[in-house]
């Protein structure tokens, strides 16, 4: 039987126009001396010297983020910028020290745990780098699984699952397990898997980082294919300019903790509000 949305769930979650999210003064700090850390941040001070006095690590310094719905927004910055941390804020694997998250208005960091179990069946689904399959499980099953946690019967999931995999052009490998599979072919898999449950917004960090260049760019242009037939709300994590600028329609540029710049990939290009902007799009190929 399927589960029942909690009332304080959004139920028309998957309505056309759905999927916008926003950041407002989100904040998170990793450590013992998180208040003195917090009440510094908002005084003002930098990211190096809160955490040279309190012997924290902070990993988000007031994030202000807007991801419009239906569009496939990248989330870019170097190594340590915040880049994983705040999308993983999206979906509350990771909670805030401070601030709001709202996901079409609601701010979810005020749900309980049964809404937050129906947001991430329901409402947003997630795609990591290290794909995160089921060895035990054959590939149908792997793209089955979140449909039948969210309470489908098993046929229908394993329908839907074979479904998807034909998308993502794998539908001769469902009785395969993922470590006969490519690591390619299992980032598919695992882009099937958060495919199938049809939420509208899709999260993705670094998805496509460890696959080997022509691979790589396989992904990207699936990715873009699908997104034009979904039109899901994306947020996509990359350390790479290029792909930023190949897939986002919207891009978020972040620097310790902070959004450094936002805007269309034209824009970013054209205007860079400073000198470290300017250096990522000098080193863009496109």
């Not at 870019?76 to 993983?88: A, D, E, Q, Y």
């Not at 709001?100 to 795609?127: F, W, Y």
């Not at 199938?196 to 999260?203: F, H, R």
Request: aromatic share 6%; with cysteine.
């Amino acid at each position: 039987m399927k589960e029942s949305a909690p009332s304080t769930v959004d139920v028309n979650a998957n309505r056309e126009g759905a999927g916008h999210i926003e950041l407002r003064d989100v904040y998170k700090i990793f450590g013992v001396q998180t208040a003195q850390a917090l009440e510094r941040l908002q005084a003002g001070e930098d990211k190096q010297s809160v955490q040279q006095a309190t012997g924290t690590i902070v990993g988000l310094a007031g994030i202000n983020a807007t991801f419009p719905a239906q569009q496939l927004s990248c989330v870019m910055g170097l190594s340590g910028s915040g880049k994983s941390t705040l999308v993983r804020h999206i979906n509350r694997l990771i909670d805030p020290s401070a601030g709001t998250i709202l996901i079409n208005g609601q701010d979810i960091v005020k749900l309980d745990a049964a809404a937050l179990r129906h947001l991430r069946r329901h409402q947003v689904s997630m795609v990591f780098q290290g794909f995160g399959l089921f060895p035990h499980l054959s590939i149908v099953d792997n793209v089955a699984f979140g449909l039948e946690v969210r309470g489908e019967d098993k046929r229908s999931a394993r329908e839907q699952a074979q479904h998807w995999l034909e998308r993502v052009s794998l539908q001769s490998y469902g009785a395969n397990y993922p470590d006969e599979l490519s690591g390619g072919m299992q980032q598919r898999v695992g882009l099937a898997r958060a495919l199938a449950v049809d939420t509208p917004i899709l999260l993705m960090d670094e998805a496509f980082s460890a696959l080997d260049p022509l691979i790589r760019a396989e992904m990207q242009d699936e990715l873009y294919a699908l997104q034009k037939q979904l039109r899901k709300t994306i947020v996509f994590v990359t350390h790479d300019i290029d792909e930023a600028f190949r897939l986002g329609q919207h891009i978020v540029i972040l620097r310790d903790g902070k959004v450094e710049q936002s805007g269309s990939a034209e824009e970013i290009r054209s205007r860079p509000v400073s000198e470290y902007v300017a250096r990522f799009v000098q080193r863009s190929t496109r």
